[in-house]
């Protein structure tokens, strides 16, 4: 059975952020191979991801790159530091800012900002 995995934040590529939420590495490149590394040790090749954004501070070939070796059917939902689509490659389909998830036992709205009940 496929799972799904709802998911957000890596920052790859973002070497102030080890900094700013206390990250244990020395580097970003460090950090990056860790995240990879768990990514797949914990996500099947058919499971599906949600990514509610803020993925990657790389270039768009470089972001390709990394979501190329990762596990996983991934969706990516748009978020605040997505550069205005520039830095997309490799998505299954990109959402836009939220996606509602239809499902008959728990259907759901995924976005990267605060929703308002």
């Known amino acids: 059975m496929n799972r799904v995995f709802v998911i957000s ?10 900094d700013f939420e206390s990250r ?8 990056d191979d860790y995240m990879i590394r ?3 040790a914990v996500v099947a090749k ?3 991801v949600f990514h509610l954004g803020d993925f990657s501070f790389y ?7 990394i979501v190329e070796q990762l596990n996983g059917q991934k969706f990516l939902i748009l978020a605040t ?12 389909p990109v959402l836009t800012r939220s996606a509602n998830i239809l499902s008959s036992t728990n259907p759901s709205t995924f976005c990267h900002t605060n929703l308002s009940t």
């Open 9 to 18: 934040d890596h920052h790859f590529g973002h070497q102030k952020i080890i």
């Open 24 to 31: 244990p590495f020395a580097s970003a490149e460090e950090m």
């Open 38 to 40: 768990q990514w797949n």
């Open 46 to 48: 058919n499971d599906r």
């Open 59 to 65: 270039n768009k070939e470089k972001t390709k790159a």
């Open 81 to 92: 530091m997505t550069g205005g689509g520039a830095k997309l490659g490799g998505w299954m």
